[in-house]
């Protein structure tokens, strides 16, 4: 997720949707549960954990 890459606040991401910040936040919640940052904190120290798993140093 390419978007999640670089620091995207939720204004940014309802900008690409056509939304306001207040709605697109509201919608995201509704259908993933968390917010837009939430959502990309927890994507982010997923990605984290799987470099430090798959890391060839002790």
């Given at each position: 997720m390419r978007i999640l890459q670089r620091r995207s606040l939720p204004a940014d991401l309802a900008n690409k949707a056509g939304l306001?910040?207040?709605?697109?936040?509201?919608?995201?919640?509704?259908n993933i549960g968390k917010c837009p940052?939430?959502?990309?904190?927890s994507y982010r120290m997923d990605q984290a954990k799987k470099l430090l798993r798959e890391s060839k140093k002790p």
């Open positions: 306001t910040p207040r709605y697109y936040t509201e919608v995201f919640k509704k940052i939430e959502y990309v904190t």
